[in-house]
């Protein structure tokens, strides 16, 4: 069965440090996708970055990066010189390869501190 | 482009009553939507995937006949909350896709959320 875990419930970043967060899935399938959202306190959910299952390269949008290790089956989000906005819930997704069916992870909170 | 909306954003009702909740793709054709729901403090759990002119697939342990999906247009998909109860209270999110079928690299754009709380 499919499944993202995220093991860290909360994380603290100084602002303008970098800060990853942890992402780790399972699945038998061979085609799927990994997501990153982040979720602010409206609770409207922002699409961070995509990695591909095929994808030879690390996935990057502006500051968010994807450290992509396939035999690992991690994909952690990087956010580089964090800033006070970053601070949300963050979740990390999977497609279950077939229909675009998300699963989502626990998130993780991460509060950025001046 | 690629925007979603959901109305209403919040609503308020007694227990017994149907509540529903519309979700639009404002400037794409969405073949595909899906609901999700999340408990505060929690991640968000899919409930139904929806498809424009067919009937919705139900995730496991979800009551179909409680949380009704309707998908009429290629626009517009609703969630009917039937018969709703306290314990239904939660945040209500749809998700909408421009296209279906095994694709990889494929973004879902989601809508606002709705809060429903049932008094």
């Known amino acids: 069965a499919q499944k993202i875990t995220q093991t860290q419930p909360g994380m603290f970043v100084q602002e303008k440090e970098a800060v990853t967060l942890d992402c780790t899935y399972d699945?038998?399938?061979?085609?799927?996708?990994l997501f990153w959202y982040k979720q602010p306190s409206s609770g409207e959910m922002i699409f961070l970055i995509y990695?591909?299952?095929?994808?030879?390269q690390n996935a990057t949008e502006g500051r968010y990066s994807l450290n992509f290790q396939k035999a690992r089956k991690s994909a952690n989000l990087v956010i580089s010189a964090s800033q006070l906005g970053d601070s949300a819930m963050y979740f990390c997704?999977?497609?279950?390869?077939?229909?675009?069916?998300?699963?989502f992870g626990a998130g993780t909170r991460l509060a950025v501190h001046p | 482009g690629a925007v979603v909306s959901q109305h209403p954003s919040w609503v308020i009702c007694k227990s017994g009553t149907s509540v529903k909740i519309e979700c639009r793709s404002l400037?794409?054709?969405?073949?595909?939507m899906f609901w999700y729901r999340q408990f505060p403090k929690q991640s968000l759990m899919l409930m139904a995937t929806?498809?424009?002119?067919?009937?919705?697939?139900?995730e496991q342990g979800v009551e179909k006949d409680k949380f009704l999906i309707n998908h009429a247009s290629l626009t517009l998909s609703t969630l009917t909350v039937t018969s709703a109860h306290p314990e239904d209270s939660s945040f209500y999110i749809c998700?909408?896709?421009?296209?279906?079928?095994?694709?990889?690299?494929?973004?879902?754009?989601f809508g606002p959320g709705t809060r429903l709380t049932v008094t």
């Open positions: 998700s909408a896709s421009k296209a279906s079928g095994l694709q990889e690299g494929y973004e879902q754009y």
């Open positions: 699945t038998s399938d061979q085609s799927y996708g």
């Open positions: 990695q591909g299952s095929y994808d030879e």
């Open positions: 997704a999977m497609d279950t390869g077939g229909y675009n069916k998300l699963i």
């Open positions: 400037d794409f054709q969405a073949t595909t």
């Open positions: 929806s498809n424009e002119g067919s009937k919705a697939t139900y």
